[in-house]
């Protein structure tokens, strides 16, 4: 069984209504992104971020996988397929693939502030000031802010160095390290982008780009393009 690799960002989730990362203007619902999403945000003030990724649990509550979701899993008969993703929703999990790498933390899930590795889920969408790990600390997000190393990020290298086929979908690989990804694919392998805009990093004559959003991509990938 082939091995298909699968790279997701936010345009995938966005047309399930989970709202993108950041606009032009650098803002995340209006905050400084530093404000919300680094370490010195969060020692300026943890109710402000707390408060921040609660709002995004509410939305994520709200919204349930789309068409493009449900295509991946359905490859998982004919591929083995393991989806590497910059999102932080679980929207690949509702719809039932089951090999994701979540390079940038899962929204669901808490971690000890002392101890990183002290991670558990959050029932319901709250997280508040007093929540604490087991070993006493304040539980904050799992996720991981600017400047903060990227723990998924060696297994996603050995992952993507073992693909017979490489699938970009709603990402502009341009954040790194998630970005670098695209130097550890095999040289000749097939590799398919799906996004409606053009990347800035140059195509190979391996690549093959289908400038439509997720939802119809996977349509086109799966009618015409499935090797």
């Not at 209006?30 to 609660?54: C, P, T």
């Amino acid at each position: 069984m082939q091995k298909l690799v699968v790279l997701t960002g936010a345009g995938i989730s966005a047309e399930s209504g989970i709202k993108t990362f950041r606009d032009a203007g650098g803002l995340w619902e209006g905050h400084d992104i530093m404000e919300v999403a680094s370490w010195q945000g969060w020692v300026k003030n943890r109710e402000l971020v707390l408060d921040f990724y609660n709002q995004r649990r509410r939305n994520l509550k709200d919204s349930k996988p789309n068409s493009a979701h449900f295509a991946l899993a359905e490859l998982q008969k004919k591929y083995e397929v393991t989806i590497i993703t910059q999102n932080v929703d679980n929207l690949h999990e509702q719809a039932g693939s089951q090999k994701i790498v979540h390079l940038h933390g899962e929204l669901t899930k808490s971690r000890g502030t002392i101890r990183p590795h002290n991670v558990c889920e959050i029932e319901g969408t709250e997280l508040n000031l007093g929540d604490k790990c087991e070993k006493g600390s304040q539980l904050r997000p799992h996720i991981v802010w600017f400047g903060e190393e990227v723990p998924e990020m060696e297994i996603a290298m050995e992952i993507t160095s073992q693909a017979d086929i490489l699938l970009i979908i709603g990402t502009s690989m341009v954040v790194y390290p998630a970005a670098s990804l695209l130097n550890y694919a095999s040289l000749n392998i097939p590799i398919y982008y799906i996004d409606p805009n053009i990347p800035d990093f140059k195509f190979g004559k391996n690549v093959v780009h289908i400038k439509e959003k997720a939802t119809v991509g996977m349509e086109v990938f799966m009618t015409k393009h499935l090797p």
